[in-house]
């Protein structure tokens, strides 16, 4: 086996390549990982491209002296706009004092630059198969090669580039001084059963990008095929089949229950505002992070229902006077400001530990962690306290409930759904990439709803009590049945 490494996509001949690799000992069923130092070509260094030729061939015979070599290309480099440099807000100071530092204009900051792939993952097929000639598949007939030997046909040694092991966080910025750059090129030989399923793998991942995914979503799917175990994985489709469809219970449940809500009376307005600001403030943050696709667009719906709920929990409508609109508010009834009284009573407390924790905690990351921008220590400083602290504001309904002595308002169809999400997300947090905080909170949530269903046993069903519809179970067997 031999890899060489050319600025040329098509090799025409034996000159402007370089051996970076020749195993003349090799062995198809021993697997190997060997790292190397490539130079790096003044044309790649300006933001060129970066190829490998990896050839299997007889020993003491160059390659393009073998007519039964086999031969694959694939690309070291690929172009991806470089990650934003985080500093100091402060100071100005980077995390990485680069000495060169090269001062590049403003518009060059979003442009495609030239990366470097430091693994390269090479197999070979080690099982003897039977085809028919006229059913080969189609997969595995393109890595084909077949000579004649006589009156047989033989095909040649199956040599296939798992680039699926390529992740994104792995890839490395070239500049212009740099000279070398290491490459881990690692083989294994693979069955036929696991080379069909790579090669499937691998052309689903290149239909996403054409379909218009990005290089990071596409690398989220890339890992979840590649770092996870194959039960591991299956486990992983079916939750996320259940995740989507208590989603989407979770939210027709939660519209349905405040659509048809006619007072407060139990609920509390601190804690709905609270959800609803919390929750737009981590979909920001998840954006910001350029978090998974399957996390984004969930937290995205929950920040719009969060924002009507606001409106539904204010009383609150708009008028259109011309182009200005009229916010105008409703009134709350006697129970309802009781409520109201309860609500305020467990904010008061709370905000003397809350807000010097948050402000605190803004101010220590301002000086000691580095960001890419103030927008991001702004999300970033709200996040943090949303899930740091983000369970002291569940805590006034916990309170309404206790003064109450009722969770009959709560509505407990959506809360189901949820909890059922949130153990799902348990598992999410292992599997998917979003950030460790997001990660923590997950579990935050799996003690709040702990202590909801110790208030449901705790607080027995009382039949005079008001249902979240505004109505109780006596009031409704009093009333005059329906005469025809």
Known sequence: MSVYTTTRSHLGAENNID????????????????TVNVSVPKKTRNNGTLYA?????????????????????????????????EINLLTGESGAQQLEAEKKPTSALDEPVSHWRPRLALNVMADNFVFDGSSLPADVHRYMKMI???KTVHYLPILFIDQLSNRVKDLMVINRSTTELPLTVSYDKVSLGRLRFWIHMQDAVYSLQQFGFSEKDADEVKGIFVDTNLY????????????????????????SFWKKKKSMIGMSTKAVLWRCFSTVVIFLFLLDEQTSLLVLVPAGVGAAIELWKVKKALKMTILWRGLMPE???????????????????????????????????????????????????????FVNGVYAFGFLFMLPQLFVNYKLKSVAHLPWKAFTYKAFNTFIDDVFAFIITMPTSHRLACF??????????????????????VNEFGESYEETATRAPHTD
Not at 232 to 255: C, E, G, P, R, S
Not at 362 to 381: F, G, H, Q, R, T
């Open 53 to 85: 030729y990896i050839f299997l061939h007889h020993a003491g015979v160059l390659p393009w002296h073998d007519g039964k070599q086999v031969h694959l290309v694939s690309p070291l480099t690929t172009y991806m706009v470089p990650k934003p440099e």
């Open 327 to 381: 916010f105008q508010f409703g009134t709350y009834s006697e129970s309802e400001r009781k409520t109201e009284e309860y609500d305020t009573q467990a904010m008061k407390y709370l905000s003397y530990l809350l807000y010097p924790l948050c402000v605190g905690g803004a101010v220590y990351s301002l000086l000691n962690i580095k960001y890419k921008s103030w927008y991001s220590w702004l999300i970033n400083s």
């Open 232 to 255: 591991f994985l299956a486990l992983t489709f079916f939750v996320a089949a259940f995740h989507l469809l208590f989603d989407f219970l979770a939210f027709k449940n939660d519209i």
């Open 19 to 34: 051996l970076v690799l020749n195993v003349e000992d090799f062995d198809v069923e021993s697997k190997f990982e060997r």
């Open 444 to 465: 935050r949530d799996d003690v709040v709803f702990l202590v909801y269903l110790y208030q449901r046993w705790l607080y027995p069903v009382d039949k005079r009590r």
């Open 148 to 150: 004649q030997l006589g």
